[in-house]
């Protein structure tokens, strides 16, 4: 067996983009000895999915181990690239993206939430049924690859928290008085959506109980008014901080949930000083692009948010995260191969 890794991003027309994604890759350490290659989805020419296959390939490589640099199994494109990769027998919504030529047998992981990509095919319970032929799955042109891995180990860093609690610190959100608004691109199509609100509601559960802000909810851009959202975060942190520390954890919920839950007031006593509670928006992308420089801003109109429209990149976690994910790949790989 020869393994090598194949990272795959989304990819961007910006150049800024890219480089804040080959930087993150270029200061991972890789395993000595392993082929390593960087491929985008879209919008990055000479550097595709099937160019980085190729290139593995041509190295003699006859085992990939594929790391989908995308923040949530909620994406369709990871779903998408799945199929084309042979993963999946189907994509579960529909796709324009042709099946690849793989000779290499794949084994195929995990985004960065953890999410299990491959739920309906058996994967939820983490079990893994091994390898089989690419060339089987595709009539002798891609791989039957081994189906998506389960989720993240609980003892393993959150890199999305690590990554989002930087952000928090950049915008000078108060733990004790400040409430966030994650914001994501989502999905319209099932079971994407419900991938996308699973997995920030857990990240804004995980932001109240560690004390890293008052309150926290999500919004998905593709299907919810942003500006709404923040608007009735703001209304319901407004008041007085009797009993708001119980409240909080309530709070760690989409904004739709929020219809019923009891509004607080304008103004909360920090120590003793009278402070107004605002709203951080923090939108869970990868790295600045259109639609957190031009669409996000658009959507907020005039809603005072505290927002600089900075993303999760760069970040040294992603590295750490890359470092492991490459180690668990091919150690399953070189399990799966001894069985």
Known sequence: MKPGLLVISHGSRDGSWVTLVDEAIAKAAWPEGVPIASSFLE????????????????????????????????????????????????????TGLAPFRVNARVLYGRPLDGGTVAADLGEASGEWPGLADSKEANGGAGGDAARALGGADDAEEDILLRMVEARLRGLGVRPGADGVLLVAHGSQHEPFQARWHDSLRGLARLLVKRGMCAAASHALLCCEDVAAAAQRLMSLLGGTADGFGERAEKLAAPFPMFDTAPSLGADDELGNHAVKRRVAMVPVFLSRGYFTTHVIPERLADVPVMYDGQTLLPHPALGRWLEREAERLLAMLAGRLKD
Do not use: K, M, W
């Open 43 to 94: 919008c990055v020419p000479n550097r595709t999915i099937q160019d980085g296959i190729d290139a593995l390939e041509a190295q003699g490589v006859d085992h990939i181990g594929v790391i989908p640099l995308f923040v949530s199994a909620g994406s369709t494109h990871v779903d998408e690239i799945a199929y084309a990769l042979g993963v999946t027998a189907a994509p579960l919504a529909e």
